[in-house]
């Protein structure tokens, strides 16, 4: 055989082997930062996106049904409750555990964290659990799967002051990982 074909046949197969290497685990890649919210961002072994992040209005029916089992102090008058609606994928072939630890940080720098919200009362609660291989967070046929967010709830207690320190960063601190993977937030 000539020596070009055989050169052909060997850069083929490393080209081969590469792309096995680099997709042994499954997964596909996603940034860790993304000045979307539409965007899927990788947070240590997982794929989370915010489906949708708002103020909650506590008088508006859709809304109160986000407020219910909330056991924190009501708002002060210089405060608004902030949903951030998040969805997670477990892109790769062994279970793991999606994350229970969340910030938001405004321009100034000032942290905000989730506030407790029953996961026995309110449906649309995020709660951190261990997913499958291609398995997702919320569940399928689960209320907050079928709801008009499709994400699970997290709830926070800002200051009125995030509307003058915007952009707001949404920050998913994932187990294993250094730096937290961040999300821009619409407001």
């Known amino acids: 055989m000539p020596a070009i074909p055989l050169r052909r046949l060997s850069l083929l197969a490393a080209a081969v082997a590469a792309v096995f290497a680099l997709t042994a685990c499954g997964r596909i890649a996603h940034p860790t930062s993304a000045d979307n919210p539409a965007v899927y961002v990788d947070a ?25 089992g909330v056991s924190s102090a009501p708002l002060k008058p210089d405060e608004l409750w902030f949903g951030v609606f998040i969805y997670a994928k477990n892109e790769t072939k062994t279970p793991h555990t999606t994350t229970d630890s969340f910030a938001i940080v405004d321009s100034a720098g000032n942290r905000y964290y989730p506030v407790a919200v029953d996961s026995s009362i309110n449906p649309y609660a995020w709660t951190s ?59």
């Not at 046929?141 to 952009?167: D, E």
């Open 129 to 187: 659990m261990t997913l499958r291989p291609q398995g997702v967070e919320p569940v399928p046929n689960s209320t907050a799967y079928f709801g008009p967010t499709q994400g699970g709830l997290l709830l926070f207690k800002l200051n009125n002051s995030i509307y003058s320190n915007r952009p707001l960063t949404f920050l998913i601190y994932a187990q294993g990982q250094s730096q937290p993977s961040t999300v821009s937030l619409d407001l």
């Open 44 to 68: 240590g072994p997982l794929t989370y996106q915010v489906q949708i992040s708002r103020e909650l209005n506590p008088y508006d029916v859709e809304d109160k049904e986000y407020l219910s």
